[in-house]
């Protein structure tokens, strides 16, 4: 299994242009998840899914869109690139524990973007 | 609001000393744990988890967690550290009751271990 995989390693963007990150999973994982990892702020959840055809906002889901048509590809699109959105980027997926709760994640590499 | 802290931003220490990560939440209800490391460069990966049971948690590379209820916390710990577990450390929590997009994490704390 390749895990969770996430295509580019890096970018550089100019302010107002647009792009798609990546992700997949061969884990078959209903869960998928995108983060940004910015210093000293952790992880924190732009866009998540429990389902194919199944999205909803995280903590910080201004400009970057989702969708999630098929179980293995969640790919994040930033509609109009912000300096602000300089970060890394990881995704991750994950599964349903039967005694309720979630398990842990699998995370991909990440994505090093760079807004200019 | 629900939160979860990790106390320490960094930590440098040397070789063979203990290590102590401080983790809390504010959540009511019942938990899942998570402590997660991210070496230099690489992604983030599992440590240790807490869904129920023995609140004394064994996890992968000599690391090992305890959950205290009532205080609401679960610190990481590790007897003796080595130059390779130099990294970044993330808390996470969700309540068993909440959806998956209800995971937080901590802020990280930044261990250096030198020789």
């Known amino acids: 299994n390749a895990g969770v995989t996430q295509t580019p390693k890096f970018q550089v963007l100019k302010t107002g242009q647009s792009m798609t990150l990546q992700c997949a999973q061969d884990m078959n994982h209903e869960y998928m998840s995108w983060y940004r990892q910015d210093p000293g702020m952790g992880l924190r959840l732009i866009h998540y899914?429990?389902?194919?055809?199944?999205?909803d906002q995280g903590e910080v889901p201004n400009g970057y869109n989702v969708s999630r048509s098929t179980t293995e590809d969640f790919p994040l699109r930033l509609l109009s690139a912000a300096p602000s959105q300089t970060s890394v980027y990881f995704c991750?997926?994950?599964?349903?524990?039967?005694?309720?709760?979630?398990?842990?994640?699998?995370f991909g590499p990440g994505t090093r973007l760079t807004v200019l | 609001a629900q939160s979860v802290s990790q106390h320490n931003h960094h930590v440098i220490l040397s070789e063979a000393a203990s290590l102590e990560l401080g983790c809390n939440y504010s959540?009511?209800?019942?938990?899942?744990l998570f402590w997660y490391v991210q070496y230099p460069g690489q992604h983030l990966q599992l440590l240790l988890k807490y869904f129920s049971g023995d609140p004394l948690v064994k996890g992968i590379k000599g690391f090992e967690a305890e959950f205290i209820k009532s205080k609401f916390s679960f610190n990481l710990r590790k007897p003796s550290v080595q130059w390779s577990d130099t990294a970044e450390y993330f808390c996470?929590?969700?309540?068993?009751?909440?959806?998956?997009?209800?995971?937080?994490f901590g802020a990280g704390t930044q261990v250096v271990v030198t020789p």
């Open positions: 899914s429990v389902g194919a055809g199944i999205t």
């Open positions: 991750a997926s994950s599964y349903d524990r039967p005694g309720g709760g979630v398990n842990e994640q699998f």
């Open positions: 959540y009511g209800g019942t938990v899942n």
């Open positions: 996470a929590v969700i309540r068993t009751a909440d959806s998956w997009g209800k995971l937080q």
